[in-house]
T-cell receptor, first 110, second 113 residues
Framework: SQKIEQNSEALNIQEGKTATLTCNYTNYSPAYLQWYRQDPGRGPVFLLLIRENEKEKRKERLKVTFDTTLKQSLFHITASQPADSATYLCALYNFNKFYFGSGTKLNVKP | IAGITQAPTSQILAAGRRMTLRCTQDMRHNAMYWYRQDLGLGLRLIHYSNTAGTTGKGEVPDGYSVSRANTDDFPLTLASAVPSQTSVYFC????????????FGPGTRLTVL
């Protein structure tokens, strides 16, 4: 089955810096990859989707890259703010099913 | 209703009891999903439905059943609950297909004693 790995250790950064989160996957190469944000006690919220033929996708302060050779996606938040503190999940889609990573917790300190 | 709702918000259940978690969406989405989220394991797919009248098994379907009688509702049933089913359960919906984002409900926190 598909396996997705995200850094389980929290990422602590200073406000204003760029946060970079990693998502690695094995087995099947997905047609696309999604990133979600999850706040404590709430369901995940969709942020961005990137297709296999796209190298990079941007939305405001967010940027996602997708390297199908490395089987890796990077998620960047530029000019980070304390309000960006949350857990970020990546998800792959294969054969009607979504597979999620366990998420990386981001702490942005003022 | 706006979006996707789940009920109950939380529940404590004795082992061996039957329990149905409810999920309703008003976005007319074709696809719906049930996940469980456990610390360190992330979200794992239990069952899914691509359209009303069809269902499929996810990564961890054992001990759970679902039905999809109409577009809006996708209940998840635990026929005989066990302590290992203690978890937070999320329902989600999407327009269907590979490129659609999922919309998640607020979750149900279930404790099986």
């Amino acid at each position: 089955s598909q396996k997705i790995e995200q850094n389980s250790e929290a990422l602590n950064i200073q406000e204003g810096k760029t946060a970079t989160l990693t998502c690695n996957y094995t087995n099947y190469s997905p047609a696309y990859l999604q990133w979600y944000r999850q706040d404590p006690g709430r369901g995940p919220v969709f942020l961005l989707l990137i297709r296999e033929n796209e190298k990079e996708k941007r939305k405001e302060r967010l940027k996602v890259t997708f390297d199908t050779t490395l089987k890796q996606s990077l998620f960047h938040i530029t000019a980070s703010q304390p309000a960006d503190s949350a857990t970020y999940l990546c998800a792959l889609y294969n054969f009607n099913k979504f597979y999620f990573g366990s998420g990386t917790k981001l702490n942005v300190k003022p | 209703i706006a979006g996707i709702t789940q009920a109950p918000t939380s529940q404590i259940l004795a082992a061996g009891r039957r329990m149905t978690l409810r999920c309703t969406q008003d976005m007319r989405h074709n696809a719906m999903y049930w996940y469980r989220q456990d610390l360190g394991l992330g979200l794992r797919l239990i069952h899914y439905s691509n359209t009303a009248g069809t269902t499929g098994k996810g990564e961890v379907p054992d001990g759970y059943s679902v039905s999809r009688a109409n577009t809006d509702d996708f209940p998840l049933t635990l026929a005989s609950a066990v302590p290992s089913q203690t978890s937070v359960y999320f329902c989600a919906s999407s327009g269907g297909g590979a490129y659609n984002e999922q919309f998640f409900g607020p979750g149900t926190r279930l404790t099986v004693l």
